[in-house]
């Protein structure tokens, strides 16, 4: 299943290196795309990624879901 998210903050190479880490985390997540520093992100899952599973891994940062 594909799920598609937007992040703001993104800011440098090390942002597009932190944030799959973190959605790797999440339950079912197998594969993560982010196409650069406008923040557009696939989720490749075994089921339906919600957005608030989204925001739960990015707690604590300064990426936001929008």
Request: proline share 2%; aromatic share 4%; with cysteine.
């Amino acid at each position: 299943m594909i799920n598609k998210f937007t992040i703001s903050g993104l800011h440098c190479e090390s942002c597009l290196k932190l944030v799959p880490l973190l959605l790797r985390e999440i339950k079912g997540v197998k594969d993560v795309r982010i196409s650069g520093l406008d923040g557009h992100v696939v989720l490749e899952a075994d089921e339906v990624i919600s957005r608030q599973a989204v925001e739960q891994a990015l707690a604590g940062t300064d990426y936001k879901v929008s």
